[in-house]
């Protein structure tokens, strides 16, 4: 099972140290540092995402998105740059999720093991699914739910794979995330969910029993291409109920150079 104890509530997708800074300080649980013009979980440079690592320090825990399996040596290659580049004193990241799409079942149970065998010490590996599955090309959520129980995945996320199309709860009906809540939970494995969530979605999603849910558009003004705005992250994290719906302010790890 996996040895990282994930907090409940919000996680917002930040582009940028500047995005991160605000995003913890308004009260987000998990910081996860993304490049949205990069696909639905586009990579952000290495050096963009070693300044996110300092400026958020040990305020929550960080997350890389790294694109698709389909180009892990890539992925592992930019963790270990990431690494490299971090200042001293910089917490690195817990986990990191790279996509399934354009993957069979067998092909992925390969390159998410090649993916988490691969990994430095300390960085686990969240296993992925795509709601639109179909789009994606990729095996099911229920399918990709199995295999993650199996492995002792870090967590579940499911997510959306076309940006430009429908939302999470308008490609899934609500009742499947909550079968997939009760089957993660009862195994001890933490389910997130995202995928162009509205701040109603984000309120469901909670109810529904997700671990943690996984916010851009819905934090940001502008959309997903936009900045990310602290009256949004505010709402949000109050909509989680959990313990991060507090400000932080006062979290000294969180700066910028």
């Not at 509530?9 to 993304?34: F, N, Q, T, Y």
């Not at 990310?228 to 790890?253: D, F, K, M, W, Y």
Request: glycine content about 10%; aromatic content about 4%.
């Amino acid at each position: 099972m996996t040895t990282i104890t994930w907090p409940q509530g919000l996680l917002v997708s930040v582009r940028d140290a500047e995005e991160a800074a605000v995003a913890v300080a308004a009260g987000a649980a998990i910081i996860d540092v993304k490049e949205p013009r990069h696909g639905p979980l586009g990579r952000a440079a290495a050096e963009v995402t070693a300044a996110v690592a300092a400026a958020v320090g040990g305020c929550a825990p960080l997350t890389l998105a790294c694109g698709e399996l389909t180009a892990s040596t890539e992925v592992i290659a930019h963790v270990a740059d990431v690494l490299r580049l971090l200042p001293p004193g910089s917490v690195p990241p817990k986990a990191v999720k790279a996509g399934p799409a354009g993957l069979t079942l067998p092909a992925w149970r390969t390159a998410f093991g090649r993916l988490r065998e691969s990994l430095p010490p300390g960085i686990e590996a969240v296993a992925v699914a795509y709601a639109d599955w179909r789009r994606a090309e990729s095996p099911p959520p229920e399918t990709l739910l199995d295999e993650a129980l199996r492995l002792n995945a870090a967590a579940f996320l499911v997510d959306t794979f076309d940006k430009q199309g429908p939302g999470l709860f308008a490609t899934i009906p609500p009742r499947a995330v909550a079968a997939w809540s009760q089957a993660a939970g009862a195994a001890g494995l933490p389910l997130a969910v995202a995928g162009r969530l509205t701040t109603a979605d984000v309120t469901e999603a909670f109810g529904l029993g997700a671990r943690i849910v996984g916010v851009r558009s819905a934090a940001c003004d502008g959309g997903r291409d936009g900045r990310i705005a602290t009256p949004l992250v505010r709402q949000l994290v109050r909509l989680s109920g959990s313990g991060a719906a507090r400000e932080r302010p006062a979290c000294h790890g969180v700066h910028l150079s």
